[in-house]
């Protein structure tokens, strides 16, 4: 037990001084027949070396990012993490702290809580950032619940198809047993048609979810959106790619400064891990005028008894804990650690950082959607200019087949559509970033024409064969 | 240290990040990109060079007090330690992407099913999802479970939750979000229900009862068998809050004494570090009949080979999306997978005696502290709890002047995180106590110690602590009166 | 400039406050001859992106004891590290601090110095530990420095030839240019005889190095040794291995407690990783009465002013920086951040903990030797007790081929031993720690026997060739 | 926290390691090995449970100053920032064994190989070896080279080293090892060397001047040209102590200012971090007449491939060990192969700009520091210096009282880690500053406020300082009278 202290000799002692004869004794208090009789079914305790060989056997049946060239994307980037935010993220006084409910002796927390929203805010042109949600899916189911709630008597919310499907179903689920539709809008060309948004919203909509760039890569046209939305009196939910911020306009500043209402983000690309889709990073923020329907954690700057600037968790009125049943949320806990990283992140970036960040992005996206388009195989599925994602269209239509391909190849090719999107099962979605060398996109492409090759020729081959 | 924000010491023009460049032929951004989506200027963030960076929060750090440095009795919390083997393990699957090839994937997928099943047997329920990103999403996972349960049922008209009045806030938050009306059970001072209460309030339109079992008061709830029987008699379903299931791993299954649905919280029960306030996770686990229903996807397997040696004997592992009656998903991908591998690695460390140990353990050190605090700090309990216990600083507010927040911030001088104050509201100047199995017999003593020298320190030397912290009191009011949550500089 | 942070604006500033036009006047002092005119051939700089993936590049042109089954010894050893030692080992409070002039704000390393002598004392049944030395070969070195001057007018050292061929080269090194003799004891038998030994000493003898277990893994029969040496009037130096104190005799203990006089060791094992062979620690120890010898920085328990216990740098008046060229030795660093490695691991281990780490060792290493013994191909080229490492003789003389041939199949096999011992050179010595599960000895055990069978088949074939 | 030491939290019985069950054959250890060698019992170490560990060592860490922490301008040490991605990049090599075979080691030989081309090309010197374990050992590994050289050339009667009285201890230490005798050259209080002192001791038996140069006070040696042809034409070598290298990175190269050898301290001038004391390396340089003698083995390549790409382009590396005339090896393996991966790293991190740079601003901010201090505490060099100055506390202290160490002591308490003091000791009261290049003007501001605050503060407050560190000043009488260098409980 390489955690425990007590000692058989110390285990007696203690239970003398309780006045008992044994832990059994204390545990008298559960009735008898709901205690187990047995021992638990599990495989027996391992030392750390044995569990380490058993943790490094197990990674050892998966292949990633670190052994494959990764091009997938769809809500979850291979972007470069510097070594600097590794290094604090690691310090146990982050790591194995708990929620600053003592200010006193957590100002660590609370400051580097207070920087990422003020990091998010500037980032972003929103008035107020809360210290972070589960991850971008809920982020935006709470964003939604948000509009709902400052816009009583509202029950309509709009989602185009080229918002994450994932999001999507996530704010369905949510809504599931309130009184609430969620209409999608469909997206033929890649985005959202304006004239189609402008048709769908009427004086029931609360609000109209729009994803910059969009989960096909795509950028909407977010001021048109911005504009169509309050025109109806509708609130905007911005869901937006944190990186693309390297070069696209804040959310804040759509239709000349008009802006958003509500923005959501998955922030894991902030200096975060893929880690298999999670712990990932919920970014919440918006403008002022609904930060008491805000759900999650706020830090505020205040004062202490001797006058110094200091912080605390504030605004707690409209938190489960105290509003119980009435709170804008159930959400009790945030991503503390990821949001911590995410400050790191953009502290060691700065603005030229994430420039030239999304920069590279773009270039390299563009570049090898270009080269790819080239080959037999692929033809691009939509004609609007891409951030660092694009869909193709395979015109041999066996999507499956060309990832186990690649895979063999050494490369985590793209994620197929067809789950999502019936009409694009013959789709895939593939994504650039800035740690993609050019050595490796050209090694891609050449594997994609070669396959062509060997397709051709095992089919003249079959041919030959059969005229044999 | 400075504590000057990454604002402040920014200047124009410093950096800390080059990038290479740019080694595919490039295309100006206007060519690629429309005039309207591009921003007008750089992101508007600090300019700092990298010791400024690894300075800044180095310093920050070491403003926090955590279960690495400092005993951390945060009752309900279960601040036990967090295990560095875990941190290792988890970095091994780091860089997964979740959609990839599900072949690629098999390792992680063997790991994420058996600690599914890990979570079915430590609760004796049958079926389980790991996706929910927290507690609190676990509780409105399984609450979401219940109303699509019903609807299935034909019993749609099942809108009320009960809930004890000693329950997380999160609880009636949740059954609020999944779309049912909140009906208070109140509970006495030893923490039990009152029996009373609930069987007025309990009718046929009861849809879920949750119970925090041992509750939050730390003793293993009485009525426990009774409420079960007459909640399930009325065709209700018993949802547990798991929050303290660090009590009773190998001693009680939730499944076992009537629970129907429960969450997990890994990093309290299975040692997944706090993180300053996340991440966390909340998988859930179901009986079978609600099953259909969890969140999908699972991690599911086809074939044989559960053993732990370097082949998966056959069996291959997949996620299994083809389930018609689910509630959908909570959030994106497959859950908090880094939380869950700290769990499976907790769990293998210690097996079905190491687990029984942990929980035995926390009991014992917990009945210890509070047999130490009883004679100066009432526990209206009484003499026995499992994991934690609260005491009430009623009487040292009556006749000194002293509150339970006074005794808090006082602890923070002698180098004690402060227990959780004032919760739950049913106890009276509440002190609430988890010294988790972690921590030794030394530190508890020293802290009883300390608690009883602060009890009978000069009131306003308690009034005014602490004293030797990086600042002293803040003032909240100011803070929720001119909030100040973002940074205008 | 990542690391930089005056901007033009400030250089600008600072300059004036100096008050000169450029950095170019501040340079003046270096006389104009002697400046670079030109930039220096280095690669130009590296971006962190760039230069991890460079690094990565080069890192992946290794195969190293994480991919390959390491069977290598010899003084560097694949023992397993506890994730504890690399959390606390990590902590830049310990790695970016320097040695602790200002006691004040150093009693983190101090106390963890005194903490590392302390446990190094127990373990060998000294009295006295310095803070550590480089290495194990130049801590050897240092403590013939300290038996020479100890025994003065005594000019001669006794190195068997089973002390690590490094360790011997090094010594003799560092005496140079000093007027000793260093006399290798032969030990054809894998181990020093004790009669030659005592032929070897006489009354210019200063002192005798054992290594224990010995470079071949052997068991030396330290009594003896150390009886020899003291009736001599000769100090026995001991050349341990940490993890081997597990079940070993502690070297304060030989000969009934007589004790060798001085102890080194190569220290990497007790919680430091392979690393290419460095930065390892060297650890040395003594009896009391050689204190006032011993080279390097110690740290001593002291109080402060308020009366608190407290450490510090001690016995200075030894060391280089007040002594100059009257000083016991030139050290003036120690491997701090090794020792607190060391002393975190030990801690971690604890008496059980070393002792089955040890056991496992043993136990392992005497399958294996065993297993191969029964190969055509080997035989153990000694008959003595080891502990966990073995020489095994090839019976085709051809050791070289062999562990390219176990390269490809996945084994790091042995040390060769020819490079020192040209008698030996049809030698392999094979270490095996705890680490290395059964899986992996039967597959080794398996694969020697499949070569032996392909080379079989292999003359087979020439032989079907040639008479075809 | 607690200072208590290990030994005092053990209990017998705990444990934070558990290893596995043997899944060999068991035999008893009796039957394996003889009884003479066998321990009676198990080793003495203290019994913890990990959590102890780690709140044990973790809470010591926060005793320390650090440069991750605090300014730290310890004059001579070159306290830079230790960049996070060196450590990063390190632990890619960590795994490998020393005894490889080569075949599967060219990564980090090819490493190896273009660091010693690096040191080279900076130093201006054609040959290098990496071997030696730290500066010091660099020092004797070199005099040990000019020792093998002399006897080769015929010339042992060559037993003299010159060393300047402002040196750094290790250099009469290093001479003396190598067998040579030491002579005391004086050095002016501007840091130059006296020659009237130099010529009357430079004769025929020279072997070696040893210099540090820029020199201790931290100015570039005005007679270097003269010193080094003086040396050159009696028959003897010219060693560097590299020590202040980071003020002259492409500004000057030794070779080319008639330097014969020389070490380098990796630890400061490439950022190394310096690990509470170590580890470091002394990687030295020399001309061509005398690589033969370096200590073997040293890295060599076969064919071509410089290139930085993915491919040796056919190139070989390999250790060459084949060197008849070495002087052997002064350690084991290759050095600090993990200190030099980080150099390594530091130098592709700046490229030719970028390490000029660095020196450049390291006499920038040495400069601006001096003149914002020269007010009020004297520099007796005068108005320049390169990397670092050595202020006099002389004044202050015949008239307050107030010492350099009070100073020194004082400044722990704002925060800052205390310079040099005493050191060199041909200074009074001397006090020796380095900032290096890592630190802005702020903080070269707002310690230059501070020092010139505390030389008007209260003696007495300082003849006390520091107060408000873990502990006031140590009795070092006591440490040095009744040593206490271990636990004896």
Chains 1, 3 share one sequence.
């Not at chain 1, 709009?158 to 309130?178: D, K, V």
């Not at chain 1, 489960?320 to 953009?346: E, G, M, P, W």
């Amino acid at each position: 037990m390489p955690y425990l202290y007590n000692t058989p000799d110390e285990t007696r002692e203690m239970l003398d001084a309780i006045g008992v004869g044994s832990i059994e004794d204390l545990l008298a208090m559960v009735p008898a027949d709901f205690r187990l009789r047995r021992a638990l079914d599990l495989p027996p305790a391992m030392g750390e070396m044995e569990l380490d060989q058993h943790m490094q056997m197990l990674a050892g049946q998966n292949h990633d990012a670190s052994d494959k060239v990764c091009f997938l994307g769809g809500g979850a980037y291979d972007h470069f993490i510097p070594a600097v935010v590794d290094a604090i993220g690691g310090r146990g006084e982050f790591y194995t702290s708990y929620t600053p409910y003592q200010a006193e002796v957590a100002q660590g927390n609370l400051q580097a809580m207070f920087e990422y929203q003020s990091l998010v805010c500037r980032l972003t042109g929103m008035d107020i950032s809360n210290s972070s949600l589960y991850d971008g899916a809920s982020a935006a189911a709470e964003g939604v619940m948000m509009a709902l709630a400052s816009k009583p008597g509202r029950n309509r919310v709009l989602a185009p198809a080229s918002l994450h499907p994932e999001y999507r179903e996530t704010i369905e689920t949510y809504l599931a047993n309130l009184d609430v539709e969620v209409v999608t809008l469909p997206t033929p060309a890649g985005v959202l048609s304006i004239d189609e948004l402008r048709a769908a919203l009427n004086d029931q909509t609360a609000c109209v979810l729009l994803q910059q760039p969009n989960f096909f890569g795509c950028l909407e046209d977010a001021d048109a959106a911005t504009a169509a939305a309050h025109e109806a009196g509708a609130l905007l939910i911005s869901v937006f790619d944190p990186i693309s911020l390297g070069l696209l306009k804040r959310p804040g500043d759509y239709n000349a400064g008009d802006g958003a209402d509500i923005v959501v983000a998955e922030g894991h690309s902030l200096g975060s891990p893929l880690a298999m889709g999670g712990p990932y990073l919920g970014i919440l923020a918006c403008k002022e005028a609904l930060v008491r329907r805000m759900p999650g954690r706020i830090v505020g700057q205040t004062t202490d008894r001797r006058g110094k600037p200091c912080f605390v968790l504030t605004l707690q009125t409209r938190e489960q804990h105290i509003r119980r049943d009435k709170a804008t949320s159930n959400v009790c806990s945030n991503q503390a650690l990821f949001a911590l990283r995410a400050a790191v992140y953009l502290a060691q970036l700065g603005p030229q950082g994430l420039q030239e960040t999304a920069g590279l992005c773009l270039q390299k996206t563009r570049y090898l959607a270009d080269r790819l388009a080239t080959t037999e195989r692929f033809k691009p599925a939509f004609k609007v200019p891409v951030f660092k994602e694009f869909v193709l269209r395979d015109r041999e239509c066996d999507v499956d087949a060309f990832i186990a391909a690649a895979l063999d190849a050494g490369f985590l090719a793209g994620v197929p559509l067809g789950r999502w999107y019936p009409d694009l099962d013959d789709c895939l979605l593939i994504a650039v970033t800035e740690k993609r060398t050019k050595e490796e996109l050209d090694r891609f492409v050449a594997f994609v024409e070669a396959l062509a090759k060997d397709t051709e020729a095992a089919e003249l081959g079959e041919m030959a064969e059969s005229f044999g | 240290q400075d504590t000057q924000l990454l604002f402040e010491l920014s200047h124009a023009g410093r950096r800390a990040t080059r990038l290479p460049a740019c080694d595919v032929p490039e295309t100006p951004v206007a060519e690629l990109l429309p005039a309207g989506v591009l921003a007008a200027a750089p992101p508007e963030l600090p300019e700092l060079a990298e010791p400024h960076v690894v300075r800044h929060f180095t310093n920050l750090s070491t403003q926090n007090m955590s279960v690495d440095t400092h005993f951390y009795p945060l009752g309900s919390c279960t601040m036990k330690h967090n295990p560095k083997r875990n941190e290792r393990a988890a970095a091994y699957f780091g860089a997964l992407h979740p959609l990839q090839p599900q072949e690629s994937i098999q390792g992680i997928l063997r790991l994420l099913y058996e600690a599914q099943q890990y979570l079915c047997e430590i609760s004796g329920l049958p079926a389980c999802s790991l996706q929910p990103a927290a507690g609190a999403q676990g509780e409105l996972a399984a609450l979401l479970v219940a109303a699509a349960y019903f609807k299935d049922q034909g019993q749609s008209h099942r809108r009320k939750v009960l809930v004890p009045d000693s329950a997380h806030g999160t609880n009636p938050a949740s059954a609020v979000m999944a779309g049912f009306g909140v009906v208070t059970v109140k509970t006495k001072t030893s923490g039990a229900v009152d029996m009373d209460d609930f069987h007025a309030k309990l009718d046929d339109d009861i849809a879920v009862f949750m119970i925090t079992n041992p509750n939050t008061v730390g003793i293993f709830e009485p009525n426990m068998g009774p409420i079960a029987e007459a909640v399930h008699a009325r065709g209700g379903l018993i949802y547990l809050d798991g929050a303290n299931m660090n009590a009773i791993l190998g001693i009680a299954r939730p499944g076992d004494f009537g629970v129907d649905m429960q969450h997990y919280n890994p990093h309290k029960t299975f040692s997944g570090p706090h993180g300053g306030g996340g991440p966390g996770a909340g998988p859930i686990c179901v009986t079978d009949k609600l099953a259909p229903y969890l969140p999908a996807p699972v991690v599911a397997k086809r074939g044989e080979g559960r053993e732990a040696s370097g082949e998966n004997g056959g069996a291959e592992y997949f996620l299994d999306f083809d389930r018609p009656k689910t509630i959908g998903r909570l959030r994106s991908f497959l859950g908090n997978v880094g939380v869950m591998v700290r769990a499976y690695a907790y769990i293998r460390s210690h097996g079905p005696d190491g687990l029984r140990a942990v929980s035995d353990n926390a009991v014992l050190n917990a009945n210890y502290l509070l047999s130490r605090v009883k004679h100066f700090l009432p526990v209206p309990q009484g003499d026995r709890c499992m994991h934690e216990f609260v005491a009430s600083g009623a009487k040292l507010k009556s006749e000194r002047g002293v509150s339970a927040m006074d005794l808090a911030k006082r602890l923070l001088d002698y180098g004690y995180h402060a227990p959780t104050v004032y919760f739950p509201l049913t106890v009276k100047e509440a002190i609430m106590v988890e010294p988790t199995e972690t921590e030794s017999k030394a530190t508890l003593d020293a802290f009883a110690e300390t608690l009883f020298k602060i009890t009978g320190e000069d009131p306003d030397l308690l009034h005014e602590a602490p004293h030797t912290t990086p600042i002293s009191r803040p003032d909240e009011v100011q803070a929720a009166r001119q909030p100040r949550m973002c940074y205008c500089g």
